[in-house]
Structure formats: structure tokens, C-alpha cells
T-cell receptor, first 112, second 112 residues
Framework: GEDVEQSLFLSVREGDSSVINCTYTDSSSTYLYWYKQEPGAGLQLLTYIFSNMDMKQDQRLTVLLNKKDKHLSLRIADTQTGDSAIYFC????????????FGTGTRLQVTL | SQTIHQWPATLVQPVGSPLSLECTVEGTSNPNLYWYRQAAGRGLQLLFYSVGIGQISSEVPQNLSASRPQDRQFILSSKKLLLSDSGFYLCACKGVNTGELFFGEGSRLTVL
């Protein structure tokens, strides 16, 4: 079955770049996503990448996809304290219901 | 775009009591709807999904059930809560473009 793995915690200094990594197992994934969850809130879609792309950039966010290694990363440039949150990667599970499988989430802590 | 409403936002219930969490969606019709659970310190587990009125698919055997009495209403229920049912419950709706999910703000359930 599908499995998505992430490291649990990352701490960076304000102004530095953050890189959050994710590995997945379903080679038939169509889209891969990054979500952000602030404390006590639902998940907010940050960005996504189509599986035939290697990279996608959206303002401070850069997504890199290595399909051969089934590795996805999210880079946040100039990390701010407001970026402190849990970040989830997710892959789409092919099927009529378009279910998503989520990783365990990486808690990003931004220090001054 | 879709808006997902969940209530109640917070709920404390004794073991053995019933449960009803409601989710309604605005801004779309005939959506795919999902219930996820997020246990403390863990990722998101898909519990149920629905592709239409009265159509429910269960992903994991458990103490919970789901119903979809109307096109844009999705309800999560239990007849007798267990301690292990505690968690953060998220309702989600599938987007129309790339299969992304839009989430509600969640319902936090504590079973004592």
C-alpha cells in the first residue's frame, strides 16, 4: 500500500532557508502536495506538483521532485516566524475517489 | 471556491456516550467528501469518504460510522465512544482542478 514518510521536527533560524523532506512509495502518484497546519487549525494547501515535473517555484516556496527516488522536498526561502507550523506532504492515490495519503507531518520551529 | 464548515469545534465526551460531528460544504455541488482523524503527534488517517448522497466507503474498521444525508452534508457518528476515539477530526472536500483537498477547521474530540 501507500506510505509517506517525513522527519518529525525541524528547527531553523529566522531568515535561513528551510528544507522539509518527504519520501513516498506509490509510483503511480499523479500529484504530490504540501499542506501547512497551524496550531488548532485545519490544513491549508500550500502548493502541489504534477508527477511529470521536477521542480515548481511559487514565491518563497520551491518544490523538488525526484521521481526515481520517490523523494519530494519543500524549500522555504527566508523563513519567518509565521512559517512555524506542521507541514504535511501528501500523494494522490489513483482511483475514483482521489484519496490522498498523508505523511506524519514535520513540525517546523523558527527561532529568532 | 469551496468553504467547509465543521461543528462543534471542540467537544468533551464521556466514554460510552454517542457522537455526532457535522460537516457542510458551500460553493460546490456533488463533491467528494472525506473524514480524516489526526491523533496527537501523528499524521492524518483517512476514515471515510463519500462520492455522493448515501454512498459511504470505510477505510479502517472502527467504532465510528459516517452518513451523507444531503449532497453537501457529511456526518461522523458513534453510538458509544471509546477513549481511543479522541483526536482531531477533519472534514475535507475534493477540489476540481488537481485533486487537492480543502479542509475544514477541524473538530477536537476528547473522550474522558
Amino acid at each position: 500500500g501507500e506510505d509517506v514518510e517525513q522527519s518529525l521536527f525541524l528547527s531553523v533560524r529566522e531568515g535561513d532557508s528551510s528544507v522539509i523532506n518527504c519520501t513516498y512509495t506509490d509510483s503511480s502518484s499523479t500529484y504530490l502536495y504540501w499542506y501547512k497546519q497551524e496550531p488548532g487549525a485545519g490544513l491549508q494547501l500550500l502548493t502541489y506538483i504534477f508527477s511529470n515535473m521536477d521542480m515548481k517555484q511559487d514565491q518563497r516556496l520551491t518544490v523538488l521532485l525526484n521521481k526515481k527516488d520517490k523523494h519530494l522536498s519543500l524549500r522555504i526561502a527566508d523563513t519567518q516566524t509565521g512559517d512555524s507550523a506542521i507541514y504535511f506532504c501528501a500523494e494522490s492515490y489513483t482511483g475514483t475517489a482521489s484519496k490522498l495519503t498523508f505523511g506524519t507531518g514535520t513540525r517546523l520551529q523558527v527561532t529568532l | 471556491s469551496q468553504t467547509i464548515h465543521q461543528w462543534p469545534a471542540t467537544l468533551v465526551q464521556p466514554v460510552g456516550s454517542p457522537l455526532s460531528l457535522e460537516c457542510t460544504v458551500e460553493g460546490t455541488s456533488n463533491p467528494n467528501l472525506y473524514w480524516y482523524r489526526q491523533a496527537a503527534g501523528r499524521g492524518l488517517q483517512l476514515l471515510f469518504y463519500s462520492v455522493g448522497i448515501g454512498q459511504i466507503s470505510s477505510e479502517v474498521p472502527q467504532n465510528l460510522s459516517a452518513s451523507r444525508p444531503q449532497d453537501r452534508q457529511f456526518i461522523l457518528s458513534s453510538k458509544k465512544l471509546l477513549l481511543s476515539d479522541s483526536g482531531f477530526y477533519l472534514c475535507a472536500c475534493k477540489g476540481v482542478n488537481t485533486g487537492e483537498l480543502f479542509f475544514g477547521e477541524g473538530s477536537r474530540l476528547t473522550v474522558l
